[in-house]
């Protein structure tokens, strides 16, 4: 049986995932021209071992995800940035684009949701963001061209 923390991390992170994935996605979608990801899960399996394409794709089979064209670029900064794809990972990873001057309706919506729910990771929180603020800017990569780069040597950029 549940206890009531139980039941309410469980909903939390419900709703994390419907306000992630059922709302902001579609509504990004619909807001920007999506940019068309050129590879399939078999090209990028055939990138060189090492290659943030590479990696890329071992890390969505490793966590049972698919490959989601339009949530490529997302996918790589929780590889680059080493956040996982928990709940307390995905509010840590736009703590550091907030902290990275990356300001967007998801980035406030999930920080904001974060903080509000989640006070148990606030330190965490804060420690993305810090790590951000002194990161030089990644929203401006060609995340589609990097995937040929060495994950290693992209992410000895960011530290």
Known sequence: MLNIHSLFIKIRS??????????????????????????TESQLLGFPAGTLGNDLINYLLRRQLKLLPYYVRHD????????????????????????NRHVS????????????TMPEYFASFRKAFLRGRKC?????????????CYTSDIKKFIK
């Open 14 to 39: 419900s709703v994390l995932v419907h306000l992630t994935h059922n709302l902001a996605l579609p509504f990004l979608k619909f807001l920007r021209k999506p940019e068309v990801f050129p590879y």
């Open 76 to 99: 790589i900064k929780h590889i680059l940035l080493d956040y996982d794809t928990t709940d307390k990972g995905e509010v840590c990873l736009q703590c550091f684009m907030l902290g």
């Open 136 to 148: 030089d800017a990644i929203s401006d990569f060609k995340w589609f061209e990097i995937l040929h």
């Open 105 to 116: 309706f998801p980035v406030i919506a999930t920080v904001f949701y974060g903080m509000l």
